[in-house]
């Protein structure tokens, strides 16, 4: 009876396997057959890489250099009075827009033109601005 019972738990491990390996068999074949499915370059645009936050100049660059660090980013140079923060793949420019507590914070990402970069350049650098204006509204959250 045992018997039974361990020839029927092989026989279904061995069923999850094969169904395994058919789901990813199709998937492949679906990605070679159609790659129009596949994710693709977007088309740059500077309104994505530019941020406004309602705080104040200070606490918008103080929040920027510590949200570098939090992600565990270099910060080449800090230098305020032009509102610039280079860190290693970006410059992150920092512009006070209106009397009033309104910064924009805009990221131009550095990628190298060389490497290939799939799904392309604009998508890399918009995903990689975006962790970055993420953990910046995380620092500016705890200003509140």
Do not use: W
Not at 118 to 126: E, I, Q, S
């Amino acid at each position: 009876m045992t018997q039974k019972n361990e020839c029927r738990k092989l026989h279904s491990s061995v069923n999850m396997a094969a169904r395994g390996l058919a789901v990813a068999i199709m998937a492949l074949t679906a990605a070679f057959l159609f790659p129009s499915a596949q994710a693709k370059d977007i088309p740059y645009n500077p309104d994505n890489f530019t941020r406004v936050y309602e705080f104040t100049y200070d606490e918008v660059f103080q929040a920027a250099q510590q949200a570098m660090l939090r992600r565990g980013l270099n910060v080449k140079e800090a230098d305020k009075d032009k509102g610039i923060i280079r860190i290693g793949f970006a410059d992150l420019h920092i512009e006070q827009i209106s009397p009033k507590p309104e910064v924009r914070v805009t990221i131009d990402v550095h990628l190298d033109p060389k490497k290939k970069y799939k799904p392309g350049p604009n998508y890399v650098g918009l995903y990689n601005a975006n962790i970055l204006f993420g953990e910046l509204a995380k620092v500016l959250a705890t200003y509140q």
